[in-house]
């Protein structure tokens, strides 16, 4: 990991990861293989039900559990309507009671980061790859920092997008990554569990101070408001000190109708707070259908 220019603050969950990883090292599954044969061709099925036990948290792991992977256009933030291909990780350290996506835990594929590419590349014609956009979504996808280090080396120039919940810390990835690959980092604080989760407050505050010191757009603020939180939203933001130029709003709702009953107050309240609203295109278009 390389320093963004201040100090790495590690929360107290990735550190007991690390310490884990590094005492049960000796028989982890990938040790004998070699960078070259790193392929599900080459694992055999008792290795990657291993693999599929240890996954989560590995954070030097290039296998990951992948829910789905799927073209459609981005519906929300700073990309908003650019065609992408979006590669939904598996598993997530939270667990939120409105999620819409908890179905990402469910019957995972274990696959490495050559095959995920390999795979997103069938789903877009051969001349277009190299224009689309990559979006890592989960899930919670800095659960597999290496991962994500090892499918940008497959990407060949990409725009790639990750959204994360801010648990763990954007130190965790190394800097010439985010320079070279990383396009947008979204980050959408649960703050029903800013204060139950160990160093999850210090976690977001470096992806606040990134938002003002990497020399680019990179990591944007993405607020859920379900209809009574913007006094917790705007305190949150305050708290954080965050960037204000890189603040979004977007209403909670996984259906056409929840989300239509919302955004009016919604976008109400982001000019009131001079915060950018995001809609959810997706869902007003495919309203609740998976891989839309």
């Known amino acids: 990991m390389i320093n963004y220019g201040y100090e790495p603050v590690m929360t107290s969950r990735v550190r007991r ?15 004998y293989l070699s960078s070259d044969e790193l392929d599900l061709n080459n694992i055999t099925e008792i290795t990657k039900a291993n693999c599929r036990k240890k996954l989560r948290g590995d954070y030097t792991s290039t296998v990951a559990e992948i829910s789905e992977i799927f073209v459609s256009i981005q ?6 309507g650019h065609p992408s291909v979006f590669i939904r990780l598996s598993g997530c350290n939270l667990n939120c009671t409105w999620c819409d996506t908890k179905y990402a835990s469910k019957n995972p594929m274990t696959m490495t980061s050559k095959e995920v590419v390999l795979k997103a590349m069938k789903l877009v014609p051969s001349h ?101 939180n913007i006094g917790d939203i705007i305190s949150n933001i305050s ?14 709702g996984a259906t056409r109708k929840e989300l239509l009953e919302l955004d009016p107050a919604t976008i109400t309240l982001a000019k009131q707070y001079n915060l950018m609203w995001s809609p959810r295109a997706h869902v007003y278009v495919y309203n609740n259908k998976r891989g839309k």
């Open 17 to 31: 990861y690390l310490i884990s990883f590094a005492n049960r090292i000796g028989d982890h599954p990938l040790k």
């Open 75 to 80: 519906g929300e933030g700073p990309k908003l």
């Open 128 to 228: 277009l790859w190299p224009h689309y956009d990559v979006v890592i979504t989960g899930g919670e996808p800095m659960l597999y920092p290496h991962f994500i280090d090892e499918l940008c080396k497959y990407m060949g120039g990409n725009r790639v997008t990750i959204e994360t919940n801010g648990t763990i810390p954007i130190t965790i990835l190394d800097k010439d990554l985010v320079d070279k690959c990383i396009e947008h980092i979204i980050v959408s604080p649960k703050l029903e569990y800013i204060g139950k989760v160990a160093g999850y407050y210090d976690s977001l505050k470096t992806y606040s101070r990134a938002s003002f010191e990497l020399p680019k757009d990179v990591v944007y603020f993405k607020y859920v408001h379900d209809g009574s």
């Open 239 to 252: 708290q954080l000190v965050v960037n204000d130029r890189r603040v979004y709003l977007m209403s909670m």
